[in-house]
């Protein structure tokens, strides 16, 4: 079995307790305007031009031979859907301005990087899965989280819960803790904002919530100015976490500008024309204000 990983981040601290090894798999049902990790939308892979390292050479456009790189005004364009030889063409750049976004994997060589961090583990750390949603690839995911366990590994995952809740079952007795976005309370504003109802992510809310394992579960959400950090989405949403469990961990995320800088990567647009700043404390404070006047108890603010 293969997964396609755009990313194993080690030495990390924001993605559950301790020092953590998170694994980002790729793919993605959601298209949030404001996604932290674009390269992880699509389960396709493709190549990604870093124009920084570049030394114009014209290697590149000397092996193309379908029309995937184009040179304009001096700078090289890529059309990544074009029919490449991509790995050869990335191997003969000297410059390395050239990478895929993504490798493809065995469970095994991912547990290989997951080990090289496993004496830290023993200090609270462990492996969490990202993307993307990694329950997209969810039997590669599953896999890993078994081989996790069977190693005594502490497990984690972040996830958009738009998923099937047979999968959730599958996954759940591997899993020591759980992240699980929900953006938008209101489904016509979930739409408009990534691209799906969030229906299915509601009904897995209140599985999860329900479970034996709900005191393992933290709720997230994104606090993306003029779409999200809205008075009435987070108490909408406090108000409907509570009526399910009102103990329930709820963590309010500040705004990340540092996306910003992937968008060109993949040839999208940001969704701020003016990038946003972080939220001050206060700020953060406040939107924890909402979410208790919406009846939850136990709020959390990453800042």
């Given at each position: 079995?293969?997964?396609?990983?755009?990313?194993?981040?080690?030495?990390?601290?924001?993605?559950?307790?301790?020092?953590?090894?998170?694994?980002?798999?790729?793919?993605?049902?959601?298209?949030?305007?404001?996604c932290?990790?674009?390269?992880?939308?699509?389960?396709?892979?493709?190549?990604?031009?870093?124009?920084?390292?570049?030394?114009?050479?014209g290697?590149?456009?000397?092996?193309?031979?379908a029309?995937?790189?184009?040179?304009?005004?001096?700078?090289?364009?890529?059309?990544?859907?074009?029919?490449?030889?991509?790995?050869?063409?990335?191997?003969?750049?000297?410059a390395?301005?050239?990478?895929?976004?993504?490798?493809?994997?065995?469970?095994?060589?991912?547990?290989?990087?997951?080990?090289?961090?496993?004496?830290?583990?023993r200090?609270?750390?462990?492996?969490?899965?990202?993307?993307?949603?990694p329950?997209?690839?969810?039997?590669?995911?599953?896999?890993?989280?078994?081989?996790?366990?069977?190693?005594?590994?502490?497990?984690a995952?972040?996830?958009s819960?738009?998923?099937?809740?047979?999968?959730?079952?599958?996954?759940?007795?591997?899993?020591?803790?759980?992240?699980?976005?929900?953006?938008?309370?209101?489904?016509?504003?979930?739409?408009?904002?990534?691209?799906?109802?969030?229906?299915k992510?509601?009904?897995?809310?209140?599985?999860?919530?329900?479970?034996?394992?709900?005191?393992?579960?933290?709720?997230?959400?994104?606090?993306?100015?003029?779409?999200?950090?809205?008075?009435?989405n987070?108490?909408?949403?406090?108000?409907?976490?509570?009526?399910?469990?009102?103990?329930?961990?709820?963590?309010?995320?500040?705004?990340?500008?540092?996306?910003?800088?992937?968008?060109?990567?993949?040839?999208?647009?940001?969704?701020?024309?003016?990038?946003?700043?972080?939220?001050?404390?206060?700020?953060?404070?406040?939107?924890?204000?909402?979410?208790?006047?919406?009846?939850?108890?136990?709020?959390?603010?990453?800042?």
């Amino acid at each position: 079995m293969r997964g396609k990983v755009f990313d194993i981040r080690r030495f990390s601290t924001h993605d559950g307790d301790g020092i953590r090894t998170t694994v980002f798999l790729k793919g993605c049902p959601l298209s949030c305007v404001w996604c932290q990790n674009p390269e992880g939308i699509s389960l396709a892979r493709r190549p990604l031009y870093f124009e920084n390292r570049c030394i114009h050479c014209g290697t590149c456009r000397k092996k193309s031979t379908a029309g995937g790189i184009q040179i304009e005004d001096g700078r090289i364009h890529l059309e990544p859907a074009a029919a490449e030889n991509w790995e050869e063409i990335i191997d003969w750049c000297p410059a390395g301005a050239l990478e895929m976004d993504s490798r493809e994997m065995t469970v095994e060589e991912v547990m290989k990087e997951i080990r090289k961090d496993k004496v830290f583990y023993r200090y609270g750390g462990g492996v969490t899965l990202s993307g993307g949603e990694p329950l997209l690839q969810w039997e590669f995911a599953l896999e890993l989280l078994r081989q996790c366990k069977k190693e005594g590994i502490h497990t984690a995952i972040e996830t958009s819960l738009h998923v099937k809740q047979e999968v959730l079952r599958e996954v759940l007795p591997y899993l020591d803790r759980f992240f699980a976005d929900f953006k938008l309370e209101n489904e016509e504003l979930h739409k408009k904002y990534t691209g799906v109802s969030n229906e299915k992510i509601r009904d897995n809310l209140r599985f999860l919530l329900e479970s034996e394992k709900k005191d393992a579960v933290i709720i997230r959400t994104p606090m993306i100015p003029e779409m999200t950090a809205a008075k009435e989405n987070v108490e909408a949403i406090g108000c409907f976490l509570s009526r399910i469990y009102p103990d329930v961990s709820y963590e309010i995320l500040n705004y990340n500008p540092l996306a910003e800088a992937k968008y060109h990567l993949i040839d999208r647009e940001y969704c701020f024309e003016e990038n946003p700043k972080l939220y001050p404390k206060e700020q953060m404070e406040q939107f924890s204000s909402w979410a208790q006047k919406g009846g939850v108890r136990h709020v959390i603010i990453e800042s």
